[in-house]
């Protein structure tokens, strides 16, 4: 079992969908949380920083951690073309102070 | 621009030689991360540095080895190449250990 769990999709939506994505992670040493954009093969971009349980919302993007269900989602308002691209779940781990990745979930919005 | 320079972009190069690649980090940043990211493998830790010292090692084979300079840039030497090396390296950085880490945008290695 991978340490982090992530449908890699692709998952198409229409221009203005809400998006969700999801990742599961299995180390409960994992305490920081980010979600990152990657456009073809460029350098990940981050998006979201948290390290709580909760909601965490900036701009039309909201991240939401629940520690009890070892569950991260980002949530997408009003998604747009732009938004196409791989979006990857990176958890922290304590120890190493390291981020591990999922595998990726490829977006595709449709105009 | 993440402020994460790495050089060089995109490199070519034969089965059995050696390559570096360079990362200069963001300004004020301590902690330098190595990441591997290929097809099949996705993004994958290589190591960590902090102000000069190795603070952790991940999924990093013994034929590859890096080191961080007083400067504060790192460099990744890559030795003794497979077909399989092939693959996007990135740099990374943060100011610390823990805080957000900030990527690069890659160094593109093909062995032919």
């Known amino acids: 079992q991978k340490e982090v769990e992530q449908d890699p999709g692709p998952l198409s939506v229409p221009e203005g969908a809400i998006v969700s994505l999801n990742c599961t992670y299995s180390n409960s040493a994992f305490q920081y949380f980010m979600w990152y954009r990657q456009y073809s093969r460029k350098g990940p971009e981050l998006l979201m920083y948290t390290y709580s349980s909760g909601n965490k919302e900036d701009g039309r993007f909201t991240a939401q951690v629940d520690k009890s269900s070892k569950y991260i989602s980002l949530f997408i308002r009003d998604s747009q073309p732009s938004d196409s691209a791989t979006y990857l779940c990176?958890?922290?781990?304590?120890?190493?102070?390291?981020?591990?990745f999922g595998s990726g979930t490829r977006l595709q919005v449709q105009p | 621009d993440s402020g994460v320079t790495q050089t060089p972009k995109h490199l070519i190069t034969a089965t059995g030689q050696r390559v570096t690649l360079r990362c200069s980090p963001r300004s004020g940043d301590l902690s330098v991360y190595w990441y591997q990211q290929s097809l099949d493998q996705g993004l994958q830790f290589l190591i960590h540095?902090?102000?000069?010292?190795?603070?952790a090692k991940g999924n990093i084979l013994e034929r590859f080895s890096a080191q961080q300079f007083p400067d504060l840039h790192s460099e990744l030497n890559l030795s003794s190449l497979e077909l399989g090396d092939s693959a996007l390296y990135f740099c990374?950085?943060?100011?610390?250990?823990?805080?957000?880490?900030?990527f690069g945008e890659g160094s593109w290695l093909t062995v032919v």
């Open positions: 990176a958890i922290m781990d304590t120890g190493r102070r390291a981020l591990t």
């Open positions: 990374a950085s943060s100011q610390g250990s823990g805080n957000t880490i900030y």
């Open positions: 540095y902090y102000n000069g010292e190795e603070r």
